[in-house]
Each structure stands twice: as structure tokens, then as C-alpha cells.
T-cell receptor, first 114, second 115 residues
């Protein structure tokens, strides 16, 4: 399967713990995007990364959230000291490049904070 | 600020008929528009797109129409099938400025196609 992979699919964390979400882009894609979907809402952009570079993180909360896309391995979205309001579906998408408008999404990680 | 709006949260259509899903946008800098389909507990699946230099794009049963002056686009599905039942998201993008690369999504429209 050459699609976008995300793991875990479901993640339960207690308030104050850390959440790590992983995303492997489609083969050949070097651009990764993270989006968050709250209940009854559309997807909201969080961050756009290329290998070893953060291109745009303006959609990400300034505190507790960070993202990386290292030279080797998957992209990681990290949420420190999770709160109940972080409960959402987090989707990763990839594209060939910023001039390739079509973004292909993974199945998402559903984070539940108890 | 919701720059992409889907004002109908739901639409119910009989199998074989046409489904028309609507989307409005406010940002005149948007120059590319996409429709995604989403089933529960899955990620959005890319369906069809249109560049702002066109007013129509067709792919099988799916056609997207763009009216730039009205800042409005629509997705037509003909004929509708029960398997089309899903949430449809409209998204927009700009190839200019600091928002390069990001997609702006509407809240989605739940389409139900009944036999």
C-alpha cells in the first residue's frame, strides 16, 4: 500500500501526558501537512513541512505543539501536556510539492484525552 | 474566520438522481479548488479539482463548476449511487503569499443517497 500511513489510529492519553502522532507520506512525496478536525467541524490546517524544514506552522498553537519531518523516518506531531480540548482527529496529508495542489490524506489518528 | 463555507450540512437524494453540493468562498486569492469525500473513521479521499482559469471540470459521474464572480463552486454527481453516501468537503488553496500549500476546508455536507 503506497498511501499515506498514520499511526496509531487511536490514542488515549490522560491530561498532562504527551501524545506522539506519526505520519509516513506517500512514496515520492516530500511535502507533509497536518490538519486537525474537531467534532462537527471541517479540517483546520496546522503545519506544513518538508524534509528537515518547517515551511509554515502558523496554524499550530504556539505552546505544547511541535512538528518535525526528519531526513529519515516519519513526520511526527507532538503534543505535550495534553488537555481535554486536544481531543480530535489529526490527519496527515502529503503532496509531491507545493505546486501540486492535490493533497492525499492518511486515515487519521483519533486522540482522546481523558 | 471561515473562508470556505458549505451552508448545507446535509443533503438527501434518491438513487439515480442528481446530487448538487454547494460551496462558497470569500478569499479572492484562492486559485485552486478541490472536493474530498470522507467516510466515517477514514481520511478524506481526493475526488476532483478545478483551477480558477476554468469554469468546469468533469470526471466520470462527477463535475465541478466554478463561478469566480460569485465566488461559488458546486459539485454535481450524476447519477447518484448509495455508495456516494459520505461527507463531502470543499477545499481551496492559493499559490501565493504566506499561505502557500495549505488547504482551507468547509465544514462539509453529509450526502445520503437512498434507494
Amino acid at each position: 500500500n503506497a498511501g499515506v500511513m498514520q499511526n496509531p489510529r487511536h490514542l488515549v492519553r490522560r491530561r498532562g501526558q504527551e501524545a506522539r502522532l506519526r505520519c509516513s507520506p506517500m512514496k515520492g512525496h516530500s511535502h507533509v501537512y497536518w490538519y486537525r478536525q474537531l467534532p462537527e467541524e471541517g479540517l483546520k490546517f496546522m503545519v506544513y513541512l518538508q524534509k528537515e524544514n518547517i515551511i509554515d506552522e502558523s496554524g499550530m498553537p504556539k505552546e505544547r505543539f511541535s512538528a518535525e519531518f526528519p531526513k529519515e523516518g516519519p513526520s511526527i506531531l507532538r503534543i505535550q501536556q495534553v488537555v481535554r480540548g486536544d481531543s480530535a482527529a489529526y490527519f496527515c496529508a502529503s503532496s509531491l510539492g507545493h505546486n501540486s495542489y492535490e493533497q492525499y490524506f492518511g486515515p487519521g489518528t483519533r486522540l482522546t484525552v481523558t | 474566520d471561515q473562508q470556505v463555507k458549505q451552508n448545507s450540512p446535509s443533503l438527501s437524494v434518491q438513487e439515480g438522481r442528481i446530487s448538487i453540493l454547494n460551496c462558497d468562498y470569500t478569499n479572492s486569492m484562492f486559485d485552486y479548488f478541490l472536493w474530498y469525500k470522507k467516510y466515517p473513521a477514514e481520511g478524506p479521499t481526493f475526488l476532483i479539482s478545478i483551477s480558477s482559469i476554468k469554469d468546469k471540470n468533469e470526471d466520470g459521474r462527477f463535475t465541478v463548476f466554478l463561478n469566480k464572480s460569485a465566488k461559488h463552486l458546486s459539485l454535481h454527481i450524476v447519477p447518484s449511487q448509495p455508495g456516494d453516501s459520505a461527507v463531502y468537503f470543499c477545499a481551496a488553496s492559493s499559490d501565493r503569499g504566506s499561505t502557500l500549500g495549505r488547504l482551507y476546508f468547509g465544514r462539509g455536507t453529509q450526502l445520503t443517497v437512498w434507494p
